[in-house]
């Protein structure tokens, strides 16, 4: 076996390795990015809910005015307040989780400067999207945390509009 061949080998083992460690970091930032979606959907539903009871407990009269309006402003600050703090962590975790995709991505790139493979492929007229600079932060890491947190303020926007409008039918004492 030549010396190329060798590294090929080589290259081909530590290849596998990196790949396999990048694969599981970006399922486990799937994983993450899924399970906090499922949550802030079933929050979603919950204060729809909730504010569906409100504006029927104005509208019955069942319970006092001033119950139901402090009971959609609690909701509404509970809602900003444990979406937020779902996104944060979640985000959080995919940044260990980016940072670690990233360490085996470096040693990927590293250990193709080590062989000298890049200039193997530069000689056969081949350039490397591994050597070339890449922009990170434009990843789809990125794209992940921001559907996160607008998923967050969208939240937070509801719970706001739907307070607003049960404060304005509760504060008006008759219903809608």
Known sequence: MTGFENKIETHQQNKREAFDGMRAYHQSEISHKSHAIDVLKTIMTAILTIYAGLVVSVVTGKLASIVIIVTSILVCLATAICGHAI???????????????????????????????????????????????????????????LILNIFAWSLTFVATIATVFVFLIASTGNGV
């Open 87 to 145: 996104v944060w962590a979640t985000n959080k975790k995919i940044d260990q989780d980016n940072t670690k995709y990233e360490g085996f991505r470096d040693e990927y790139k590293t250990e193709r400067r080590i062989l000298c493979l890049e200039e193997e492929l530069q000689k056969a007229g081949c350039a490397s999207a591994w050597i070339q600079s890449q922009d990170r932060k434009k990843s789809g890491y990125s794209t992940t945390k």
